[in-house]
């Protein structure tokens, strides 16, 4: 299901780029979600078998939680309760486990599924593969920062994306050239480091030989991209 994830979310990126627009700017949060979930499925892969099994008791005791939820939000306190008779599954001695697992010393949820942060989990990665490793490190550098202000809705994430930097566009060419230059080669190299990192470690991990052929032919397809397109890329002309 995870792989699949990657998937349709590689797919979202296609339709949102089928143009030259400023559907890139929400790429950059689609690229984000691309790269932490093929990171976390190459570091599953990567673990011991208990990483994956903390993962899916993760999973399963937030889905319980999510049926009863409560919390504040600066001056209003909600809740939000499933109409549905889960006094069962109270009853589940692995559920139970698992919740008592994610709960801190005052009961309170243990929100995060591993106490790896991300640097931790493509080192992990990387002792499995160096090159899978690299892969991620340079998806990371290329996508964490900028993504991270855009999703956060902070000034300067609204800056870059009309600027793609410092530089102001002044006519309709110039927004389309940075948002080809600047964000459409982010988002794009930083979607191919992530699905070929996820790739390599499958390879590595499985010795799926057959697979050989085509992660070859992938590096090259990238390689002719960046050569003979990114490279070439020019600034409109500057008119008299």
């Known amino acids: ?48 078998i208990e990483v994956a099994r903390r993962a899916n008791r993760h999973a399963v005791q937030k889905s319980f939680r999510d049926l009863d939820r409560s919390g ?4 209003w306190r909600f809740t939000l309760r499933a109409n549905l008779d889960f006094e069962g599954e109270k009853k589940d001695e ?3 486990e698992a919740l008592a697992e994610f709960s801190d ?12 942060n991300i640097d931790a989990r493509v080192r992990s990665i990387e002792k499995i593969s160096n090159r899978a490793a690299l892969y991620f490190a340079g998806a990371i550098m290329t996508i964490y920062r900028h993504s991270s202000e855009i999703l956060h ?5 609204v800056r870059f994306f009309w600027t ?16 080809l230059s600047s964000h459409f080669t982010t988002v794009f190299t930083s979607v191919i480091f992530s699905v070929r990192g996820l790739l390599e470690i499958i390879y590595k991990r ?3 030989q057959d697979m050989t052929q085509a992660l070859e032919l992938f590096d090259k397809d990238f390689n002719d991209y960046f050569e003979n397109s990114y490279l070439h890329l020019q600034p409109p002309a500057v008119s008299q």
Not at 105 to 116: I, N, P, S
Not at 153 to 157: A, D, L, Q
Not at 164 to 179: C, H, I, L, Y
């Open 206 to 208: 499985f010795d799926l």
């Open 72 to 75: 504040q939000v600066a001056s």
């Open 1 to 48: 299901m995870m792989v699949q994830a990657v998937s349709i979310s590689c797919t979202s990126i296609q339709k949102l780029t089928s143009e030259i627009g400023m559907g890139i700017r929400d790429c950059y949060s689609i690229a984000r979600s691309i790269m932490e979930t093929a990171l976390n499925v190459a570091y599953i892969l990567a673990s011991d």
């Open 164 to 179: 793609g930097g410092m530089r102001v566009p002044r006519t309709k060419q110039d927004a389309e050239f940075n948002f």
């Open 105 to 116: 010393a005052k009961g309170r949820e243990v929100r995060d599924w591993t106490t790896d």
């Open 94 to 96: 692995a559920l139970a």
């Open 153 to 157: 809705g902070t000034n300067f994430g």
